[in-house]
């Protein structure tokens, strides 16, 4: 694998700095370490004495270096949607989420996970929204969670 550039990690993101794991290489918790924010007083990372197979090939917290596409927004969705599917999609993710969640994914205002692109897909779906469900946008970046 070359060499990567990797953004700043987020503040809530869990570093390893075991030395010699045979995973670090392929780490996300190891390779994004040295891009941890230099303006943190602290950072999150694996506690090495929690588990005998961390720093191990069998390592429990190991985190595979992947890219995937994050989405961001969900006005279009809802704008194609009959306005009682939509109120009823609303309804169901607020109750899943809470408003605040809501408001900030449909806004744009926060990243939408994949795990959590499947699951407002389905609510879309399932109160009326035409598939293939297109996100506002996509950003392809590191699976942080």
């Known amino acids: 694998m070359s060499e990567q550039k990797f953004p700043t990690p987020p503040s809530s993101f869990v570093f390893c700095q075991v030395q010699g794991c045979p995973l670090a290489s392929t780490c996300l918790r190891a390779k994004a370490l040295p891009y941890a924010d ?25 985190k595979k270096i992947e890219i995937v596409p994050i989405a961001y927004g969900f006005m279009n969705i809802l704008s194609a949607m009959s306005v009682s599917g939509a109120n009823a999609a609303k309804f169901e993710i607020i109750c899943k989420y809470n408003t605040t969640q809501f408001y900030r994914w449909r806004k744009d205002a926060f990243p939408i996970p994949p795990k959590q692109q499947k699951i407002l897909t389905d609510i879309f779906v399932s109160h009326g929204a035409k598939e293939p469900v297109t996100f506002d946008r996509y950003e392809n970046t590191y699976e942080w969670n």
């Open 38 to 62: 230099p303006e943190a007083n602290s950072i999150f990372c694996v506690n090495s004495n929690a588990h005998a197979a961390i720093g191990t090939d069998k390592c429990p917290q190991f």
